[in-house]
């Protein structure tokens, strides 16, 4: 299995523009979860899926965040309008029947600018 | 709702040395633990977990961990350190289907 893939791997773009950040779980896991790393915040949880479906958003800063998962093979993270509080490297992971490990995707190193 | 410190910002160990990298959690329930170790520039890479069983967890690059449940401990554990293990290692819990929660992150240098 390739693992967890993110694209981009990198993303410069400026503030107003929108970002969108894609992830491709492994195949067969059930759940989905995006994080954000930052120097002074450290890894924080955005939002998480099980089975498709949004279980708990509660982590996603503001309503400019918003993410979706249309299928078991494709989330999207967007950030609209972006700002430069927003740069971080933002990591996708997936878990099978959420008690066992979550595998990490490259990340996204994202700067807004 | 659950956590975990890693009380140790840096961790420096000379090679061929014992290392341990500390870690405590607070959950309500049976909590599943996990070590994570992150190298420059890439994700988080799985290294071991306890979910129940025998408390000494064996994993990956000869990483070893400990359940201490009186002391509510997780500490990660090697015999040998080699100058390939620096990197950034983070502890995690995750209470039944819940996410996982991460430490802040130890920094493990090791030195020639």
């Known amino acids: 299995d390739a693992g967890v893939i993110q694209s981009p791997r990198h993303e410069v773009t400026e503030m107003g523009q929108e970002v969108t950040l894609r992830c491709k779980p492994i195949?067969?896991?059930?759940?989905l979860f995006w994080y954000r790393q930052t120097m002074m915040r450290g890894l924080e949880l955005l939002i998480y899926?099980?089975?498709?479906?949004?279980?708990?958003d509660s982590g996603m800063p503001e309503d400019r965040f918003s993410a979706k998962m249309p299928n078991a093979s494709f989330s999207t993270l967007k950030i609209q309008p972006s700002e430069p509080r927003d740069s971080a490297v933002y990591f996708c992971?997936?878990?099978?029947?959420?008690?066992?490990?979550?595998?990490f995707g490259q990340g996204t190193r994202l700067t807004v600018v | 709702a659950q956590s975990v410190a890693q009380p140790e910002d840096q961790v420096n160990v000379a090679e061929g040395n014992p290392l341990t990298v500390k870690c405590t959690y607070s959950?309500?329930?049976?909590?599943?633990l996990f070590w994570y170790v992150q190298y420059p520039n890439r994700g988080l890479q799985f290294l071991l977990k306890?979910?129940?069983?025998?408390?000494l967890v064996k994993g990956s690059y000869g990483f070893e961990a400990e359940f201490n449940k009186s002391q509510t401990s997780f500490h990660l554990k090697k015999p040998s350190a080699l100058v390939s293990d620096s990197a950034l290692y983070f502890c995690?819990?995750?209470?039944?289907?819940?996410?996982?929660?991460f430490g802040k992150g130890t920094r493990l240098s090791v030195i020639a």
């Open positions: 195949s067969g896991h059930d759940y």
């Open positions: 899926f099980n089975n498709n479906v949004p279980i708990d």
């Open positions: 959950v309500s329930g049976n909590p599943y």
């Open positions: 306890y979910i129940t069983g025998d408390n």
């Open positions: 995690a819990v995750r209470e039944g289907s819940t996410p996982l929660v």
């Open positions: 992971a997936s878990s099978l029947q959420g008690k066992g490990a979550a595998f």
